[in-house]
């Protein structure tokens, strides 16, 4: 079931697309964000008053839109961010509020669909996919991560990636992605992993599929900064024992990541959203509201 991006009618007008960030604080979700528009399109997190450290505030769904130019393409993209997401000692309301908010928007879709007349200003605000960032522990996933998978992987393409991967040698960093894909595999979360048919898909479709599934979950790094490197400016890290290049593919996953999102498999997220995803939950809804009604 793998769709190809190909240079279709809407390439001209552009596409929209939307992403979903989620993790806990100090993963680098803001950092990422801007990295990834390379803009200031989440502001800086203010440092935290300690004389109120104590008062959880839960979670907040802040979209973001930015429009950005991919090989000549443009892309009218929207970021949710979920700050607040982990921070709060139980955590099913964080749980209960990003599913709302993803079945809000197709509720609206089937709202619209089911208009006589339809608005010609519509805005499909439906989420395409999730990156979810995991805490670079170096064990393996915590329950609050199958949690959100496992309740969040029916309705949204889940994409899970390592915040902060640089804090992991290269050793533990692979040993890590081996144990979190067990577990996701062990639990049955049904995550994104770059779907492929070896029967009808062509070599190159297949190889470039095989090897983004092979980097799951990606190593992210990121760096809004840019320092000289050979005569070059390159966004990167520096530590005492070395530079880290946040778009070098050998130091981590973050350049093959955004390639994958903004480009390759734009496309195939979106088809898998409105084919799979929403008709389930089209199906699933429309047959609770007949169920009501015969009661």
């Known amino acids: 079931m793998a769709h190809r991006i190909g240079r279709r009618k809407n390439v001209k007008k552009g596409f929209q697309f939307t992403l979903m960030v989620v ?8 950092t990422f964000i801007n990295t990834l528009c390379d803009a200031d399109v989440v502001p800086k997190r203010e440092s935290d008053d300690p004389e109120m450290a104590h008062i959880e505030e839960g979670i907040k769904i802040k979209p973001y839109n930015v429009e950005l130019e991919e090989d000549g393409v443009k892309i009218s993209l929207t970021v949710v961010d ?6 709060m000692i139980d955590n099913e309301h964080c749980f209960q509020e990003i599913l709302g908010y993803l079945e809000r928007q197709y509720d609206d879709i089937l709202s619209e669909e089911s208009r006589i007349k339809r608005n010609p200003r519509f805005r499909d605000n439906r989420v395409h996919a999730l990156l979810y960032f995991i805490t670079p522990t170096g064990h393996s996933l915590r329950e609050i991560d199958l949690e959100l998978m496992k309740r969040l992987s029916p309705r949204i393409n889940v994409i899970p990636v390592i915040g902060k991967a640089d804090s992991l040698t290269p050793n533990e960093l ?23 048919d070896p029967e009808e898909d062509d070599e190159e479709t297949i190889e470039e599929n095989s090897e983004l599934r092979s980097l799951l979950p990606f190593a992210l790094i990121g760096c809004e900064e840019e320092i000289m490197v050979n005569g070059r400016k390159v966004r990167a890290r520096q530590y005492p ?42 199906t699933e809804k429309l047959s609770r509201n007949a169920e009501n009604l015969s009661e």
């Open 241 to 282: 024992w070395g530079i880290v290049e946040v778009d070098n593919s050998q130091h981590c996953d973050f350049a093959k990541l955004r390639f994958a999102l903004l480009s390759s498999h734009l496309q195939d997220l979106k088809e898998i959203t409105h084919d799979y995803l929403y008709e389930n939950y089209r």
């Open 82 to 87: 979920t700050p607040g997401f982990g921070d």
């Open 174 to 196: 692979a040993d890590f992605k081996k144990r979190i894909m067990e577990d996701i595999e062990h639990h049955n979360i049904p995550i994104y992993n770059f779907p492929y």
């Open 23 to 30: 993790g806990a604080s100090g993963l680098g979700r803001t």
